[in-house]
């Protein structure tokens, strides 16, 4: 059975940090590429990051980079999106995605989580 649940969303004002979490099951996990997206309400789904499957390559949107970082432990099947210095722009549902195709890349996932909510206040 394929599964990705995210966890660790919230509630945190401006300025603050939070750290997501995916627990994937191995089909969905294990020799992939793993990213993480969002949407915001009334916006398109955007990418935010991705992980190669050794952990050694990573890519980010600009919106996100240097305040984000995308981290990996392959020994528990599971994904992380560490966020700090938030702001109200990051708002969004947050979705854990396992990729289909070899390589990082921003495009071609194949299962996707049910997300967690990210709401910053200002």
């Known amino acids: 059975q394929v599964q990705l649940v995210e966890s660790g969303g919230g509630l945190v004002q401006a300025g603050g940090s939070l750290r997501l979490s995916c627990a994937a099951s191995g089909r969905a996990y294990s020799g992939r590429t793993m990213g993480w997206f969002r949407q915001a309400p009334g916006k398109e789904r955007e990418f935010v990051a991705a992980?190669?499957?050794?952990?050694?390559?990573?890519d980010y949107a600009d919106s996100v980079k240097d305040r984000f970082t995308i981290s990996r432990d392959n020994g528990k099947n599971t994904l992380y999106l560490q966020m700090n210095n938030l702001i109200p722009e990051d708002t969004a549902v947050y979705y854990c995605?396992?990729?289909?195709?070899?390589?990082?890349?921003?495009?071609?996932?194949?299962?996707w989580g049910q997300g967690t909510q990210v709401t910053v206040s200002s």
């Open positions: 992980i190669s499957w050794s952990g050694g390559s990573a």
């Open positions: 995605a396992s990729k289909r195709s070899y390589g990082l890349g921003r495009w071609d996932y194949e299962y």
